[in-house]
């Protein structure tokens, strides 16, 4: 068993809209053997368009698909990359993924540097600790210069860096990237198909001024040299601590650099690690199989109630038609048909082991964040919900079907696909998103799946957090003198609404006893 779960790399590839991930993501499957030619993975990313031709069914499967899960075996590991949702609209979804990964690969466009979403995933996977390697892509292209980039991953991801490869130049001028660890050049020719082959270059040899050209040859070793000297030797149990992130350059569509980027992704990155619940920690080693769901697809087929549930394996071994304890519903369940997905295709699986993905057929019994486990009353931690940043109330728009309506709403938050809220002066529910998209899907979802019209009104509102204080009457003061901007989140929690940064920023000078916090996880 142990075997089993030491070969598991469990990680997702992460980065800002349009830096490479897709393409990257594509050339390790190449690698894996799980695809033959490049360009056969889809793009999962919508595309922007008008919003009306945007809602025809064959998008809205596109998003269905988001979360899924490619495996392969690559050397003596077992490799499982998380994809996660290319529209930034569904960021929350995304951040929820890293919640079930042990790893993460971030990919940089060398041209644009550290970018929005590139900062919000960086600070999820601080908040855990989750180590990270950055992949500098599209080197193809005319980069920024690699010292600044350097110390603009550095100072606007918050974390050190080390680089483990160096680029020779960039754009038109791109020779390759020199391996500072294997001490080998790799050429670059560009092709999305071959690999290259790698030379060793003894750089202080006058082969490396044959190979690159006399000029390039001196930079090349004055900047390795200033690299030795600025950086600290690389140590994988930094990187492991989530304090120093190794840094690769390439091009992931020339099939450039991505081959030393994954073998030393298998070698350094870890092995499924320990996931805390309520009670306890979990050890991934441990005989008995504990999971929990940390994301649930939309509806495939409307005419079926078909979500597949995924479940990440924290320990054990997962077993096909073994009865397992949900935790929440305080019963057993048996799954007859669970399963794995490769890249375009979905397999039953017999057996799955802690750090693998599972897929579970899904009716309705399950909600993100629920834990199975062989019999053990656990519960693994809440997933984080970050404070949404558009607001909207939901009304019924057919008083015929406010059963439906009401039911749809609950599924679809059971779901995570946005947040819930109820004003608690007038009661009328709040849905908070990070993107506008989310209300469409909504709004379409509840249409087409639960038979129930809605309808949005909006709602200028800046933030909502949740509060909390070990001074109950200064909690109960602030709530009489916010009573119209205080709301419940589902699991009833107090949430306060602010409209405005200025209002946000008084009431945290006013009430110096009250935390405010923008993730639900405290
Ligand atoms: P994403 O999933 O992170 O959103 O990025 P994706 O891989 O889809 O890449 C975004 C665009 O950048 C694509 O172009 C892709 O071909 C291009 N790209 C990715 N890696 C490199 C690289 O190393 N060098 C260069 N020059 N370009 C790269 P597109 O025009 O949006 O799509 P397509 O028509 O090429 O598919």
Not at 247 to 265: H, M
Request: with cysteine; charged share 30%; proline share 4%.
């Amino acid at each position: 068993m142990n075997n089993e779960i030491e070969r598991r790399r469990t990680f997702a590839i992460v980065a800002h809209p349009d830096a490479g991930k897709t393409s990257l993501t594509e050339k390790f499957l190449l690698f894996g053997g799980q695809i033959q030619v490049a360009g056969a993975v889809k793009s999962n990313k919508i595309k922007k368009t008008a919003t009306s031709d945007w809602m025809d069914i064959e998008k809205q499967r596109g998003i269905s698909v988001t979360t899924s899960v490619m495996e392969f075996d690559y050397r003596d590991y077992k490799v499982n990359i998380l994809d996660t949702p290319g529209h930034q609209d569904f960021a929350e979804d995304t951040y929820r993924t890293l919640t079930a990964v042990d790893s993460v690969i971030i990919v940089v466009d060398g041209a644009k540097g550290v970018e929005t979403q590139t900062r919000k995933l960086m600070e999820v996977c601080r908040m855990r600790n989750t180590p990270v390697i950055i992949f500098v892509n599209k080197m193809d292209r005319e980069a920024k210069d690699p010292f600044d980039l350097m110390d603009e991953l550095e100072e606007e991801l918050v974390i050190q860096v080390r680089p483990l490869t160096w680029p020779i130049e960039s754009g038109p001028r791109f020779k390759g990237v020199y391996n500072i660890y294997e001490h080998n050049l790799n050429l670059f020719q560009p092709s999305k198909q071959v690999v290259t082959e790698k030379v060793q270059v003894d750089i202080q040899t006058k082969e490396l001024d044959d190979r690159i050209g006399t000029a390039l040859a001196d930079k090349l070793r004055g900047e390795l040299e200033l690299i030795e000297g600025v950086y600290p030797t690389f140590n994988v149990d930094d990187y492991l601590k989530g304090e120093v992130a190794p840094v690769f350059f390439g091009s992931a569509l020339n099939n450039f650099g991505v081959e030393e980027l994954l073998n030393c992704f298998v070698e350094i990155a870890p092995s499924p690690r320990p996931v805390q619940a309520e009670e306890r920690t979990v050890q991934p080693d441990e005989s008995k199989f504990t999971g929990f769901i940390f994301k649930i697809t939309a509806n495939i087929d409307p005419n079926h109630r078909s979500c597949i549930a995924f479940c990440k394996v924290c320990s054990g071994k997962f077993s096909r038609n073994v009865p397992y304890y949900h935790v929440r519903h305080d019963k057993t369940m048996r799954f007859s048909s669970p399963t794995q997905f490769m890249a375009q295709r979905k397999t039953t699986v017999d057996e799955a082991w802690a750090g693998d993905i599972i897929g579970l057929p899904d009716n309705g019994t399950f909600k993100i964040g629920d834990t199975l486990t062989e019999g053990e009353h656990l519960h693994f931690r809440g997933l984080p919900s970050f404070s949404p940043e558009m607001f909207k109330y939901i009304e019924n728009a057919d008083p015929m079907k406010q059963k439906q309506l009401a039911k749809g709403i609950d599924q679809l938050m059971d779901e995570g696909v946005a947040q819930l809220f109820v004003n608690q002066f007038n009661g009328r529910k709040i849905i908070g998103t990070v993107g506008q998209l989310q209300f469409e899907v909504i709004q379409y979802r509840l249409e087409h799946e639960y038979n129930a019209k809605c309808r949005w009104e909006p709602l200028s509102l800046y933030k909502a957090c949740w509060i909390e204080s070990d001074d109950p009457a200064e909690l109960e003061a602030f709530k009489k003198r916010k009573y119209q901007y205080m709301a419940k989140d589902r699991e009833g929690r107090d949430v306060f609404l602010a409209d405005s940064g200025y209002v946000l920023q008084m009431a945290q000078t006013d009430f110096k006893h009250i935390k405010f916090h923008f993730t639900s996880e405290f």
